[in-house]
């Protein structure tokens, strides 16, 4: 039986990893942090399954532990400080989290397992202020906020301990990837879940930052296949994963309203609150290095997606209300 260690199993993609390599027949341990008031929502059906263990990307000790106790084949890197807005406000935690965090699991994956696959959870946002449409894996980096800096730090130690140690250390460059188990600051959970509100009565508006902003929007549950895939190769290699197609924040309110029959013009407020002191205007990435060396696909479509996670908060605040 195969083992896998996850960091952030608790969040939107290592609770749909998690799933997937259950199904596989993996034996899976999720990291947790310790915390007065855990929240296991997007694992609640499946958290049985998980074989838990304390520790904190902060903590090298801890993390030799987890690594010694789960004996991992394959180690998911996927916590972080991942919210860009939440980024400047705390740029120091971000950093420490987000780009010394990896030093420290991959020191730990060094010392205690240096023989188990390690993936790396790198990001679209290391493009930032894009300097070739649309972005590959040889697209330089132009980072825009501390998330990404630390992102391209991340990224940047797992080749260096590729290069230097010989880990299998692989990194997956995705690009913004959703689902209903998205946390619900980032925009399209936060139009989603707008939606639902405003189409059950609870609110009249939803206030809004930049609609011009355009994005390479694929599912959650398709970009976790990916990740699995990176780490069955016989070699470790960084792959950018994207659905290829461009969509504006506009048009992601268009599609969420129009799926209950609302216009958005009739509830969008714009509120300078949520304008960012850099913004990313652009991504759009090429997989195709994906597509030829791991068979990669993408499976649902943006349209499909926002339907999938507007009825998903229908059901979710029409339960909340009644309860
Ligand atoms: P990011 O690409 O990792 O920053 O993902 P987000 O989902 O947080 O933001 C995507 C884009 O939507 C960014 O360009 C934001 O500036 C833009 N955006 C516009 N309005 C909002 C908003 O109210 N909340 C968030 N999170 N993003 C917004």
Redesign the pocket.
């Known amino acids: 039986m195969k083992k896998a260690l996850i960091t952030g199993v608790t969040g939107q993609d290592g609770s749909y990893l998690a799933e997937l390599l259950l199904q596989k027949g993996y034996k899976v341990y999720g990291l947790r942090r310790r915390t007065s008031t855990p929240n296991y929502e997007n694992v609640e059906a499946f958290k049985h399954e998980i074989e838990w263990i304390s520790g904190d990307l902060t903590d090298l000790s801890s993390l030799i532990e987890a690594i010694q106790v789960s004996k991992a084949d394959e180690v998911y890197n996927l916590g972080a400080q991942?919210?860009?807005?939440a980024s400047w406000p705390q740029p120091l935690l971000t950093g420490q989290i987000t780009a010394l965090g990896v030093t420290h699991i991959l020191e730990a994956v060094r010392i205690a397992r240096p023989q188990a696959k390690f993936y790396q959870a790198s990001?679209?946002?290391m493009f930032g202020k894009v300097v070739e449409t649309p972005q590959k894996e040889s697209t330089p980096f132009y980072p825009r906020?501390p998330?990404g800096v630390s992102k391209v730090y991340g990224h940047w130690i797992t080749v260096n301990y590729r290069e230097s140690f010989d880990l299998f250390a692989s990194s997956g460059i995705l690009f913004?990837h959703e689902s209903p188990r998205r946390g619900i600051?980032?925009?399209?959970r936060?139009v989603t879940d707008g939606v639902a509100r405003i189409k059950l009565g609870l609110q009249k508006e939803l206030?809004?930052?930049?609609?011009d902003?355009k994005?390479d929007w694929g599912f959650a549950g398709d970009f976790v296949k990916a990740m699995w895939l990176m780490l069955q190769q016989d070699t470790a290699d960084d792959y950018v994963i994207a659905t290829g197609e461009l969509h504006t924040?506009r048009e992601l309110l268009e599609t969420a309203f129009s799926h209950v029959d609302l216009n958005y013009e009739d509830h969008v407020v714009i509120?300078p609150k949520?304008?960012?002191p850099a913004?990313?205007?652009l991504?759009l990435g090429d997989c195709s290095k994906a597509q030829e060396k791991l068979g990669w696909r993408q499976e649902v479509s943006f349209q499909e997606m926002i339907r999938i996670m507007v009825e998903a908060d229908l059901q979710r605040v029409e339960w909340a209300m009644k309860s």
């Open positions: 991942s919210f860009v807005e990001s679209s946002e906020s998330y913004n600051e980032f925009v399209s936060k206030r809004m930052g930049n609609l902003a994005r924040v509120d949520f304008i960012r913004e990313v205007d991504l």
